[in-house]
C-alpha cells in the first residue's frame, strides 16, 4: 500500500525566511497531492494541492512542486509570517484511498 | 469550516465500554472519512466511505465500526475491541477523493 515519509518532523525558520517541507510516497499510481495546515487547537484545512499532471502549483506565497519520477513533492513558504506557525501535513491520494505524513511542526521566530 | 459536525467535542468513557462518535455533514458530499490523531503520528485512515452503503477499511480499523445508512451521517464505534482507544479522532468529508477533505472539530476520547 502507499506510504508517504515527511520531513522534517520540525523546523524552525526566522520571520521572513523561507521554508521547505519534503514529501516521498511510495505508489506510483497516486495521483492527487494536498497539503493541509493545522493550527494549534484548530482543524486541518487545505492550503494548496496538486495533481498528477502539474508540475508546480503557486498560490501567493505559497508553491509546491511535484517530480514524479523521484515520487516526490515539496511545500514551499516564502516571506514566512508569525500566522505561518503550524502543523502541515502532506498527502498522497489514489483511487478512494489517501495516506497523509506524519506532519511537520513549523515555528516562525521573531 | 461549517457544514459538518461531530459531537461530543470531549468523551469519557470506562474501559470495555463501546461508544459511539457522531459526523453529520450538510455538504451533500459523498465521501466520508475517519481519522485517529495522536502526537507524532499524523492523521491515520480508520475508515471511509464513498458512497451510502459502502465503506472501506483504512490502515488502523481494527477495533473500529462504521455505518453509512445516510449520505450526511458516518458514524464511528469505538469498541472494546480496540487497545488503545483514547486519542483525538477527526471526520472529514469531500466531493470526491480528488477534492478537498473538509474537517470536523474533532472529539477527544478518553477512555479511563
Known amino acids: 500500500g502507499e506510504n508517504v515519509e515527511q520531513h522534517p518532523s520540525t523546523l524552525s525558520v526566522q520571520e521572513g525566511d523561507s521554508a521547505v517541507i519534503k514529501c516521498t510516497y511510495s505508489d506510483s499510481a497516486s495521483n492527487y497531492f494536498p497539503w493541509y495546515k493545522q493550527e494549534l487547537g484548530k482543524r486541518p484545512q487545505l492550503i494548496i494541492d496538486i495533481r498528477s499532471n502539474v508540475g508546480e502549483k503557486k498560490d501567493q506565497r505559497i508553491a509546491v512542486t511535484l517530480n514524479k519520477t523521484a515520487k516526490h513533492f515539496s511545500l514551499h513558504i516564502t516571506e514566512t509570517q508569525p500566522e505561518d506557525s503550524a502543523v502541515y501535513f502532506c498527502?498522497?491520494?489514489?483511487?478512494?484511498?489517501?495516506?497523509f505524513g506524519k506532519g511537520t511542526r513549523l515555528h516562525i521566530l521573531p | 469550516d461549517g457544514g459538518i459536525t461531530q459531537s461530543p467535542k470531549y468523551l469519557f468513557r470506562k474501559e470495555g465500554q463501546n461508544v459511539t462518535l457522531s459526523c453529520e455533514q450538510n455538504l451533500n458530499h459523498d465521501a466520508m472519512y475517519w481519522y485517529r490523531q495522536d502526537p507524532g503520528q499524523g492523521l491515520r485512515l480508520i475508515y471511509y466511505s464513498q458512497i451510502v452503503n459502502d465503506f472501506q477499511k483504512g490502515d488502523i480499523a481494527e477495533g473500529y465500526s462504521v455505518s453509512r445508512e445516510k449520505k450526511e451521517s458516518f458514524p464511528l464505534t469505538v469498541t472494546s475491541a480496540q487497545k488503545n482507544p483514547t486519542a483525538f479522532y477527526l471526520c472529514a468529508s469531500a466531493s470526491s477523493p480528488y477534492n478537498e477533505q473538509f474537517f470536523g472539530p474533532g472529539t477527544r476520547l478518553t477512555v479511563l
Open positions: 498527502a498522497a491520494s489514489r483511487d478512494d484511498k489517501i495516506i
